[in-house]
T-cell receptor, first 111, second 112 residues
Framework: AQSVTQLGSHVSVSEGALVLLRCNYSSSVPPYLFWYVQYPNQGLQLLLKYTSAATLVKGINGFEAEFKKSETSFHLTKPSAHMSDAAEYFC?????????FGTGTRLQVFP | DGGITQSPKYLFRKEGQNVTLSCEQN?????MYWYRQDPGQGLRLIYY???????QKGDIAEGYSVSREKKESFPLTVTSAQKNPTAFYLCASRGTRRETQYFGPGTRLLVL
């Protein structure tokens, strides 16, 4: 069965520091992978997606993620955190008509 | 302006009452979805529809009902059988198979 695991329900970084949010997936077929961001009391906004083209995917707001098949990972990174990056981040996988979400990682950014 | 709208933003339900959450999209998407979000549990799929007049149960369909009479609209009814309805409800739509799902702004349902 397909599944997604996000390691760390909370991550805290200082402004200007590297952001690393971890996502591992389980899939018996080549997956499509997504990262979404959610600000308080809002819907989910797509950050980036992997659809079997380039393994390094660039998204909005300076985020990027690398698909590593050998590690079944799709970790999200940003070189320098900004206060406005504070939000909840969801990794998701799809291989059919449905998305399977991880439980989310809340990112806090300290000045 | 293309997108997904959900209304109302906040909804209050009394005991034993059915309430309906609205979801409309003008993206010409075939597929639409309803999710429930609770703190620390991510998003759970309630119902989805891939075509007008057809829909399938998701992982937590008990206590909910839907209809899909128009391509643009996918309302969700939270029935009195749903004993713990307090949550944030998100609607999404998708174009072609395996492509991106786009989300509405959400409706927060509270019980009086």
């Amino acid at each position: 069965a397909q599944s997604v695991t996000q390691l760390g329900s909370h991550v805290s970084v200082s402004e200007g520091a590297l952001v690393l949010l971890r996502c591992n997936y389980s899939s018996s077929v080549p997956p499509y992978l997504f990262w979404y961001v959610q600000y308080p009391n809002q819907g989910l906004q797509l950050l980036l997606k992997y659809t079997s083209a380039a393994t390094l995917v660039k998204g909005i707001n300076g985020f990027e993620a690398e698909f590593k098949k050998s590690e079944t990972s799709f970790h999200l990174t940003k070189p320098s955190a900004h206060m406005s990056d504070a939000a909840e981040y969801f990794c998701a996988v799809t291989f059919t008509d449905k998305l399977i979400f991880g439980t989310g990682t809340r990112l806090q950014v300290f000045p | 302006d293309g997108g997904i709208t959900q209304s109302p933003k906040y909804l209050f339900r009394k005991e034993g009452q059915n309430v309906t959450l609205s979801c409309e999209q003008n993206l010409n998407h075939d597929a639409m979805y309803w999710y429930r979000q609770d703190p620390g549990q991510g998003l759970r799929l309630i119902y989805y529809s891939q075509i007008v007049n057809d829909f399938q149960k998701g992982d937590i369909a008990e206590g909910y009902s839907v209809s899909r009479e128009k391509k643009e609209s996918f309302p969700l009814t939270v029935t009195s059988a749903q004993k713990n309805p307090t949550a944030f409800y998100l609607c999404a739509s998708r174009g072609t198979r395996r492509e991106t799902q786009y989300f509405g702004p959400g409706t927060r349902l509270l019980v009086l």
